[in-house]
């Protein structure tokens, strides 16, 4: 099980710090990925953390402002996101999948979704 949380409203320019709590499996040995879907729009791969910690940011447009991490003593993984925008603005999923981060962020190789949280920027 996965459950998000951190989600809110936030004006242009701030943060907010999601989190996800795995439950019911090994954590420290798959990668979690993060989503976001925006209304109208198809569900995106934001970031991957691998089993071993290697990083990897998909859209050009969250690098240098989100940030994943991962806590394997509390089964939990961050995205940290500043610099917010409007175009940040949507429901924001995190995902378990094998230990290594696909170079292209398919939805299929992730296999266990959380319900997701909303994130909204605005003003």
């Known amino acids: 099980q996965l459950v998000e949380s951190g989600g809110g409203s936030v004006q242009p320019g701030g943060s907010l710090r999601l989190s996800c709590e795995a439950s019911g499996f090994t954590f420290d040995i798959y990668a979690m990925g993060w989503f976001r879907q925006a209304p109208g729009k198809e569900r995106e791969g934001v970031s991957c953390?691998?089993?071993?910690?290697?990083?990897?940011y998909y859209p050009d447009s969250v690098k240098g402002r989100f940030t994943i991490s991962r806590d394997n003593a509390n089964s939990k993984v961050y995205l940290q996101m500043n610099s917010l925008n409007s175009g940040d603005t949507a429901v924001y999923y995190c995902?378990?999948?094998?230990?290594?981060?696909?170079?292209?962020?398919?939805?299929?190789?992730?296999?266990?979704w959380g319900q997701g949280t909303q994130v909204t920027v605005s003003s």
């Open positions: 995902a378990e999948g094998p230990p290594a981060c696909p170079l292209v962020p398919a939805k299929a190789w992730f296999d266990y």
């Open positions: 953390i691998s089993s071993s910690d290697e990083v990897t």
